[in-house]
């Protein structure tokens, strides 16, 4: 767009990255007394909270049960403060309710559900500022939430948004890159077993240049499955040291 | 075997503390948890604050947007405050529209606004009768473990002493406003309302700062809103036990001193930001 270079000549990227960088990750687990699981999370200047409640007893209409799994319910939402326009409405529009259901998605592959049949496991997400890449901060940030509760997964769920500008893949967008308007992927990746668990794409893309962005996205979330492990080892490690074990 | 106790005879476990006049978390009868606070660091809001009292975390942000100054009153700009209890802080809550105890909070934090005159809205009219800005404090509760209204209040006073507007001048020709964001200055904040809440035990003991549990067990809540020169803007007392003069005077008492101690974290905090 007119003015506002995404990617320069010497490689660089409007806030200084390289186009296969992702931006600085700080990520607490365990940082609210009520919830069962929680976690805070900083992708550059997205900030996201998560926290998990379960798994417990159905709330609400018994007759949903599922009789053989737990049923994982979300709730996806944005301060209002949190985007440079006030948003009027936090959550039930149209975009939180996709992303609703994009988590729920997510995490009823991910987690192990079978083994809490006919109850009920609460992610909820808030986003406290959104600075690009909400959806994979929350991903990441439910994840931690969902290991600070203790519920099974299968293996971490790591997600990262990619681009393409001047055939070269960016990884982890921002907010600018992102209103810029070029294609955009955003990979949700369960990393040990390479298997997709939501992919999305919008705008247009050649198919010759999918693999390449598909590649960058993967190697994304591969990077931060390797941080997020590395919170969580952290974390564990603290809390049995304060145990005293 | 405390445990089972507390869980079959919640209120005697109570009472056994409370006849020592102390708490089963360790605290004082006239004791308030530990209250931290952080200022500015939602940077897509025009001023921020987090304020953790014990466990229970709100987090206010407060927005400004320009509009057209009410009909009435044409040299006055708006606060609306707004507060969330949403069900990630407690199970307590279900997802849905704001519950009763989340408009409560809201018209008490609107009520404090108005009778404190924390700010007069005449310092928010830019053009008399055309312009002036309306302030969205939004606030929401991360972790709910009680005291919700004191810890809502605290986050109104450290966020707006944090808020920065940019300057606003009426191009005389076009009558067209124009902003300049790198000229900002901060809200004139008049006065420094802090909430004190108690809850009501068997009618006669009061404790200062009650958790989730203690609310619950609770037979009546009082908050009372004082101002630095000692004078009281609001007492909110929603039913619940009878309260003798007396008790309301020891009260009132308490809630002096704690004024006291939150405007001292409240400089100590500004302070340490200050080098801009």
């Known amino acids: ?66 009789h053989d799994r737990a049923l994982v319910n979300c709730q996806y939402s944005m301060a209002t403060f949190s985007t440079g326009e006030r948003k009027r409405r936090p959550h039930g529009d149209r975009k939180s309710s996709e992303m609703t259901l994009h988590l729920k998605q997510t995490f009823e592959a991910a987690i192990l559900t079978q083994l809490y049949p006919r109850s009920q496991i609460d992610i909820y997400v808030q986003i406290l500022q959104a600075d690009g890449g909400n959806y994979c901060a929350c991903v990441n940030a439910a994840t931690l939430a969902t290991i600070d509760a203790g519920i099974p997964m299968r293996d971490y769920v790591c997600a990262c948004s990619a681009g393409f500008i001047e055939d070269t893949p960016l990884a982890d967008l921002n907010y600018v890159e992102e209103a ?32 390449q962005v598909m590649e960058a996205a993967s190697k994304a979330c591969k990077d931060m499955y390797a941080v997020l492990d590395q919170v969580v080892r952290d974390h564990v490690h603290e809390v049995t040291t304060l145990l005293g074990e | 075997m405390a445990a089972g106790f507390k869980t079959v005879e919640p209120l005697e476990y109570y009472r056994r503390f409370l006849k020592e006049n102390c708490r089963p978390d360790g605290r004082e009868l ?15 809001a025009d001023g921020s604050a987090l304020v953790k009292l014990g466990n229970t975390t709100v987090i206010c942000g407060i927005k400004a947007e320009f509009a057209e100054p009410p009909a009435q009153s044409t040299n006055k700009g708006y606060i609306v405050p707004n507060v969330d209890l949403p069900p990630l802080c407690s199970s307590r809550f279900r997802p849905g529209p704001p519950g009763e105890e989340a408009q409560a909070a809201s018209q008490f934090i609107a009520d404090v606004i108005e009778n404190s005159e924390i700010i007069m809205k005449e310092d928010l009219c830019i053009a008399n009768g055309k312009l002036s800005w309306v302030l969205y404090c939004d606030f ?62 068997d009618d006669t003991i009061l404790i200062v700062d009650p958790t989730a549990e203690e609310e619950d067990l609770a037979t009546g809540t009082v908050t009372i809103v004082m101002d630095e020169e000692g004078r009281l803007c609001s007492v909110h007392k929603p039913g619940g036990s009878g309260l003798t003069a007396a008790k309301l005077q020891d009260c009132i008492t308490r809630a002096v001193t704690r004024h006291k101690e939150v405007k001292k974290l409240i400089n100590k905090v500004i302070k340490s930001i200050k080098p801009k």
């Open chain 1, 1 to 66: 767009m007119a003015g506002l270079e995404l990617l320069s000549d010497e490689g660089y990227r409007v806030d200084g990255r390289r186009a296969g960088e992702l931006r600085k990750v700080r990520a607490r687990m365990g940082v609210f007394a009520q919830a069962d699981g929680s976690a805070y999370l900083e992708q550059g200047n997205t900030k996201a909270l998560a926290v998990v409640y379960g798994p417990h007893e159905m709330r609400g209409s018994r007759s949903k049960a599922l």
């Open chain 1, 180 to 211: 810029a308007g070029g294609p955009q992927v955003a990979l949700a990746l369960l990393p040990k077993s390479d298997q997709i668990a939501l992919l999305e794409m919008n705008s247009r893309l050649h198919e010759d240049h999918l693999e």
């Open chain 2, 30 to 44: 006239g004791e308030f948890r530990t209250t931290t606070v952080n200022i500015g660091s939602i940077t897509t």
């Open chain 2, 140 to 201: 929401i509760c991360l972790d709910y473990d009680g005291n919700i209204l004191d810890a809502c209040t605290f986050a109104l006073l450290a966020a707006l002493k944090n808020v920065q507007l940019p300057t606003v001048t009426i191009n005389e020709e076009t009558g067209l406003a124009e902003v300049d964001l790198k000229q900002t200055n901060p809200l004139n904040i008049r006065k420094h309302p802090v909430a004190t809440s108690f809850a009501v035990f």
